[in-house]
């Protein structure tokens, strides 16, 4: 679904993303691990082209997308959960969920689906988004990205700062998604445990390159957890 190829990027004279190169599956959770500060949002982003590339391709579903914009990417079917949830605190839980389906025509229900995934957002469908508590506002995030369909979903920390009980049922959606075969998964994580569970397969940067690759069942073999450790 997704395919990247020896993409270089810069900030200045700072070089971030190191001739990178993997694939993402569809029906499979593709687990992007490392420290803070080594990439993996910039990585993110640039998949996204919110920031540029210097060099190297990206491919989605077949077709060439590095010079596509963030919404021409959103359009053909990437969705993008980002780190921090980046939710509309003065809309509605309702209003959060239509501005997902934007570029869709006006009369374009809600999914009921997403709602059975995440039922605290029918509960509070007509709550401002700024009074959900953190993990509330993460599922809304995560309903909001899902809403128009995507055939990748893209998700950047989804466990940072949220109680243990919703992280629980982030994963299990997260593995029903893929475990659907419609869908592909990026998942960026700090939280070593939740990333090993779902991950069917893993990749570990440091300093803007991958040390380490590999299918998830053999991450704890690999001693991926003491690579990625403080």
């Not at 993997?22 to 803070?36: D, P």
């Not at 959960?81 to 809309?91: D, N, T």
């Not at 007509?126 to 809304?140: A, M, T």
């Not at 998964?185 to 939280?191: D, F, G, K, S």
Request: charged content about 25%; aromatic content about 6%.
């Amino acid at each position: 679904m997704l395919a990247i190829k020896n993409i270089q990027q810069y900030y200045g004279g700072s070089h971030i993303l190191r001739d990178l190169s993997f694939e993402v599956r569809l029906g499979r959770v593709t687990v992007l691990l490392g420290r803070n500060g080594v990439g993996k949002t910039t990585l993110l982003k640039s998949l996204m082209g919110l920031v540029p590339i210097r060099s190297g391709s990206i491919e989605f579903d077949g077709k060439p997308i590095e010079k596509a914009t963030p919404y021409e990417r959103a359009r053909r079917g990437m969705g993008y959960v980002p780190q921090g949830r980046e939710i509309f605190a003065r809309l509605t839980v309702e209003e959060n969920l239509r501005m997902g389906l934007a570029y869709k025509s006006g009369s374009t229900p809600i999914p009921a689906e997403l709602y059975e995934l995440f039922p605290v957002l029918k509960q509070m469908l007509h709550r401002r988004g700024g009074d959900l508590s953190g993990g509330q506002q993460q599922q809304l995030a995560i309903a909001r990205a899902l809403a128009p369909g995507p055939k990748l979903l893209i998700l950047d920390e989804p466990t940072e700062g949220i109680q243990p009980s919703i992280i629980k049922d982030i994963g299990r959606v997260i593995r029903m998604l893929a475990d659907r075969g419609d869908m592909a998964i990026l998942l960026c994580e700090q939280y070593y445990d939740f990333a090993q569970e779902l991950a069917d397969d893993y990749l570990v940067m440091e300093r803007g390159e991958f040390i380490a690759r590999g299918q998830g069942a053999d991450m704890e073999a690999n001693g991926v957890r003491q690579l990625v450790a403080i």
